[in-house]
């Protein structure tokens, strides 16, 4: 609920005392200040807990369209509360921080001290107003064998091609956490391009370069109230896939053939703006163009989740990241999806995990589906089937390390999928290697439908692919030692308000089993 305490004050946005005392001087910043419109208007969030807490995230925007959300270039005292009881009558933390103008008035506390697995509520107050209440729960005790997670899956919302329905829905399901794969927001041009048929909406000024760009591209997202449900209903890990800057980047190569050092430009400013208005953690603040968005979570020992980038270090796509096809260079020895460093932290990770099931929650399929039509084999090159070796070594490290349990998590498709990975998927004989589900998308791609001609077709070509569908939503996961359940929720339409949720599939894998079957 927003609450005014002092709704009579909207006199002068953070009005300053005469002779500049409002300012910040001497290493002291605005106290008392005053605005003209809520501060909050980007919503709260909280992001990657643990079991004693979390990290709680808002940014001071009485005016969000504008340059500067509005805000003055001083740095604002902003209270925080952490309570036991979505009234706050049971604070068991408080504090303050300041929200500073070189991050665009964004604030992230990292929250401590707190109970395990438990859920509290969270807030933020300034100038005599405070923000919406959050709700977070912080995660089981690292020894703790819980009998029950229940999380969701989301990304992909392009706000001009839907409404934000499936995060109003989501934000209902009452879920431990969200994890988001990436694409939260998309840096196309809005207005000053023709509209799309049926786009409900459409972005502000053109293709985003600047910081300024960047940011006001993610107020005209996170403006949204039903983004704002989802982001208050429960923490998020966060990671990004190529849309935060642009359509599929990898490292220090954009798809315009843009030269390095000038698209590095660009990807500082999405990295920042990124980190402004993500729930993240001080470990992935920005420096330059690079920030470290690779990171491990746990949830006791039922699950361990590896949170991957597989845009930061990727070689460039083969064969001219063209469509449906495949080249020699597929097979390139040097190619690289996750770079040394990041490959080898996680089969360490893998290795060494003692949870019950094994989590890679990244961006970009690993099932190498066959896309092409007829005899020749053709990919997605911007998928892990485009780069043989690098997959390889993957199935192949679990494999011969006999790690059981392991489940891929994907999004980018803009389409539901289940399948089961093999190291080699043409000829998908023994038991798979791990099950892989990926989450359609949000809003990206309009209504959609149940099956595409090309979904149909994919089910026939590749025996290890089990379910396929073409409409917008959302994935919920409800895992206990014994099985791990996916549901697939898909929304009849979201280019109209009124969106009707329905579960369209759900499977199933035993532990040990690693075969999934419909539940």
Known sequence: MTHSLHPSRRGLILSLAAGGAGLVQAGRARANPVFADFPFQLGVAAGDPVADGFVIWTRLAPKPLE?????PPVAVPVAWEVAEDPGFAQVVRRGETLARPELGHSVHV???????????????????????????????????TPRRVRFGMVGC??????????????????????????????????????PRPGSPRAHLGGEI??????????????????????????????TWDDHEIDNNWVGETDQDGTPPEVFNLRRQAAVQAYYEHMP???????????????????????????????????????????????CDAVRDPAAQVLGQAQEAWLFRNLARSQARWKVLAQQVM????????????????????????????????????????????????HQHYAGELFRDSRNPTGAPLAVEFVATSISSGGDGVDQRADGRRYLTDNPFLKFNNAQRG???????????????KV????????????????????????RLVPA
């Open 67 to 71: 340059p500067g959300g509005g805000m």
């Open 110 to 144: 990292e929250v401590g001290g707190l109970e395990p697995d438990r859920v509290y509520a969270y807030r933020f107050l300034t100038g005599g107003e405070a923000s919406q209440a959050g709700r977070a729960r912080t995660t089981p005790a690292p020894s703790a």
């Open 157 to 194: 919302q392009s706000y001009e091609q839907g409404l934000y329905t499936a995060h109003r829905k989501i934000a209902e399901e009452a879920l431990d956490f969200i994890y988001c794969y990436g694409d939260y927001i998309y840096e196309g041009r809005g207005a000053a391009a023709p």
């Open 209 to 238: 370069y600047s910081l300024d760009d960047y940011r006001r591209r993610y107020a005209q997202y996170k403006m949204d109230p039903d983004l704002q449900a989802s982001h208050a209903s429960a923490a998020w890990f966060c």
């Open 280 to 326: 993240l953690r001080a470990s992935s603040f920005p420096r330059g163009a690079r920030m470290q968005v690779y990171r491990n979570a746990a949830w006791g020992r039922l699950l361990d989740l590896n949170l991957l980038d597989t845009r930061s270090f990727r070689t460039d796509q083969p064969c001219g990241d063209k469509w449906a096809t495949t």
């Open 366 to 413: 690993v099932m190498d589906l066959e896309r092409r039509e007829g005899l020749e084999p053709g990919y997605n090159l911007d998928t892990w089937a485009g780069y043989a070796v690098p997959r390889t070594r993957l199935l192949a490290h679990l494999r011969d390390r006999r790690i059981r349990n392991t489940v891929v998590l994907t999004g980018d498709e």
């Open 474 to 488: 959302y994935v919920v996961c409800d895992v206990s030692p014994e099985v791990w359940r996916t549901e697939f």
């Open 491 to 514: 929304l009849d339409q979201v280019t109209r308000p009124g969106g009707v949720l329905s579960t369209r599939a759900a499977f199933a894998v035993e532990n040990g089993a690693g």
